[in-house]
């Protein structure tokens, strides 16, 4: 497209997943896609972005928070998704005017009278179900029902959620293959300092970033550490999730001895320090759509096991452990031969994380918006 004698495209964006009481890893991706959209110089006067979400009194945690300002329309959520997914009401346009495109960013399809491109991260509700609370796999599954039917493009962050997804019955046309990026800045000495003197944590230890929920698997992660032993700590970062997950991970630390230390939200530096200080990095998920975790951890040199078998497989390229996500004695194996191997994995770990950008997912991003347009 040459900016000079064509308009920019107008785009609506959605961000309401940053207001999630457990925003995730999908409110980090929109963000960061959010921000090279704004910031490329290829894309430089060719997207103009306009930010939606509904209506928030507060604003997100720093490290969720928008750059810039989000228009918000006048429902809150839960109604806000109810209507979005059963009337395709309130239009994204009603706040920001006419758009070229509108882009969904999480599971719930916006309203709008444009052409509809949403982002599908994983379908796990589809094959496990009873990890999730009813009323939100109901919610999810009308969700996807609504994508199929009005989406012109959906967006999948591995060929794992494409594959997903053209079973549940979109079509080729619909499908784009959109990797994910990471943030490749290497943690500084004050900041593995930060946190190893916050959290008091030793100079060898197994590291788990995720929300507590169900499918991340932590509570087979913490028996698999017992098999390990009790002299490697596991550290656990991340939200405290949704449902009883906390308390049945707390009833699986009863028994043998196992060191498990919860040091909840953290920022992106300390995040950084702790992915840098960690030995090994596990994250024997049981399904996700990417696994931004994993080359978040590749990004600072760290020894990552992670799933065979699922997108994380497929992210981790090879420079990773893999184990069987379900086998506890497997996980445990994997997690000893990774803290054998962490010096010899660092090279690999580096390398992977250098092939897959924020950059390039956003450019990919943009040739869809530019597919709907042309």
């Not at 008091?200 to 929300?211: I, S």
């Amino acid at each position: 497209m040459d900016s000079s004698s064509t308009a920019p495209l107008r785009v609506a964006y959605t961000l309401e997943q940053c207001w999630h009481d457990s925003p995730g890893g999908t409110a980090i991706a929109a963000l960061r896609i959010a921000r090279e959209l704004k910031r490329d110089r290829e894309l430089a006067g060719e997207i103009d972005l306009h930010q939606v979400a509904g209506k928030h009194a507060a604003v997100p945690p720093p490290i969720f928070r928008p750059e810039g300002s989000v228009a918000m329309l006048p429902l809150a959520r839960p109604l806000l998704y109810e209507t979005w997914t059963r009337f395709n009401w309130p239009k994204v346009e009603a706040v920001i005017g006419p758009i070229d495109v509108a882009h969904a960013t999480g599971l719930i399809p916006c309203g709008t009278s444009a052409p509809l491109v949403v982002t599908v991260h994983d379908v796990a509700f589809v094959h496990s179900p009873e990890k999730f609370t009813k009323h939100g796999a109901r919610s999810m599954q009308r969700s996807l029902d609504v994508i199929e039917r009005r989406a012109a493009r959906v967006l999948c962050p591995s060929q794992a959620t494409i594959a997903d997804c053209r079973e549940l019955g979109f079509s080729d046309e619909q499908l784009r293959f959109v990797p994910l990026g990471v943030d490749v800045v290497t943690a500084t000495a004050g900041e593995v300092d930060h946190v190893v003197r916050r959290f008091d944590l030793p100079e060898r230890f197994v590291l788990f970033v995720g929300t507590l929920e169900p499918r991340k698997n932590l509570r087979r992660l913490v028996d698999a550490m017992r098999r390990v032993g009790a002299t490697t700590p596991l550290v656990v970062a991340g939200a405290g999730g949704w449902g009883d997950e906390r308390e049945r991970v707390d009833e699986a630390l009863t028994g043998a001895p196992v060191d498990v230390r919860f040091v909840g939200t953290v920022t992106d530096a300390e995040l950084r320090g702790l992915y840098a200080a960690a030995t090994v990095f596990a994250y024997p998920s049981e399904r996700e759509g990417f696994g931004l975790p994993v080359i978040e951890a590749m990004a600072q040199g760290t020894a990552v096991v992670t799933s065979r078998g699922t997108s994380t497989e497929e992210v981790a390229a090879g420079a990773a452990v893999l184990a069987d996500p379900f086998d506890v004695d497997d996980i445990a194996r994997a997690v000893l031969e990774a803290l054998d191997r962490a010096p010899e994995m660092v090279a690999a770990s580096r390398a992977r994380a250098g092939e897959l950008s924020w950059t390039n997912a956003a450019r990919a991003t943009a040739d869809v918006y530019r597919e709907l347009v042309g």
